[in-house]
């Protein structure tokens, strides 16, 4: 069955960096746009970036535009999301999606997520 498992996420302070992980498994990876979306406490599903089956085009959400980098190594069967200059905003559990559509609500299916926290 499909399988995605993320890791790489932590405890950074402001204006820190970190490069999350996802391991995709059960599907054949390379023929899916796949997307980064995430949850802040106490609010709804976000979408954050997304990246085409072949990684030739990538999209970001406004609030991350200019600080993430999304990539993916179809080999691997992974996804990545590079994240700088990280704001307590960015602050939620970043979950990686299989599928879904570019800046909607349409997140596709997601795996369990790894905590990301921005504090001082």
């Known amino acids: 069955q499909v399988q995605l498992v993320e890791s790489g996420g932590g405890l950074v302070q402001p204006g820190g960096s970190l490069r999350l992980s996802c391991a995709a498994s059960?599907?054949?990876?390379?023929?899916?746009?796949m997307s980064w979306v995430r949850q802040a406490p106490g609010k709804g599903m976000e979408w954050v970036s997304g990246?085409?089956?072949?990684?030739?085009?990538?999209y970001y959400a406004e609030s991350v535009k200019g600080r993430s980098t999304i990539s993916r190594d179809n080999a691997q069967n992974t996804l990545y999301l590079q994240m700088d200059s990280l704001k307590s905003e960015d602050t939620a559990v970043y979950y990686c999606?299989?599928?879904?559509?570019?800046?909607?609500?349409?997140?596709?299916?997601w795996g369990q997520g790894t905590q990301v926290t921005v504090s001082s």
């Open positions: 059960g599907f054949t990876f390379s023929s899916y746009y």
């Open positions: 990246i085409a089956s072949d990684g030739s085009i990538t």
């Open positions: 999606a299989k599928g879904g559509v570019p800046y909607t609500r349409d997140f596709g299916s």
